[in-house]
C-alpha cells in the first residue's frame, strides 16, 4: 500500500501531476467501477496519463495506439466518468466536525 503523500516518492510519478491524474492513473489500471481493459497495467496507465492532456485524448490514444475499437471504448469512457466522478467527489463523516463532508473540495 502507498499513502496518497508519498506518491511523488514513486518512480515514473511527479508532484506535477495532480490527484486527478493519479486516480486517473489508479482507474485505468483497474477498479471496482469499471472493467480493465486487456495489457493496461499500473505502468502503462501511468505512461498514459503523463503523455495525454485530457480523457477524450486519452481515449484516442488507446484506440490510436493501442488498438481499441469504438465499440469498446464507447462504454469504457462512459464508465471510467462515472468512477472519476465517484473517487473525486464522494462524500465522508468527519467524526471531529461530526458531518459529512466532500473528501476531496469541490
Not at 503523500?5 to 495532480?18: A, E, L, V
Not at 493496461?40 to 496507465?45: D, F, H, P, S, W
Not at 471504448?73 to 467527489?89: D, I, M, N, S
Not at 464522494?90 to 471531529?96: A, G, K, N, S
Request: proline share 8%.
Amino acid at each position: 500500500a502507498v499513502h496518497i503523500r508519498d506518491i511523488p516518492k514513486c518512480t515514473g510519478f511527479t508532484s506535477q501531476q495532480s490527484h486527478e491524474a493519479f486516480v486517473t492513473m489508479c482507474i485505468l489500471s483497474g477498479c471496482d467501477y469499471v472493467p480493465s481493459l486487456p495489457s493496461i497495467g499500473i505502468k502503462t496507465a501511468q505512461k498514459l496519463v503523463a503523455n495525454c492532456r485530457s480523457i477524450p485524448d486519452l481515449i484516442n490514444t488507446l484506440q490510436t495506439q493501442h488498438g481499441f475499437s469504438q465499440r469498446e471504448l464507447g462504454p469504457y469512457e462512459e464508465a471510467f466518468h462515472k468512477a472519476l466522478y465517484c473517487f473525486t467527489h464522494h462524500l465522508v463523516y468527519d467524526p471531529q466536525l461530526q458531518k459529512i463532508i466532500p473528501f476531496t473540495p469541490f
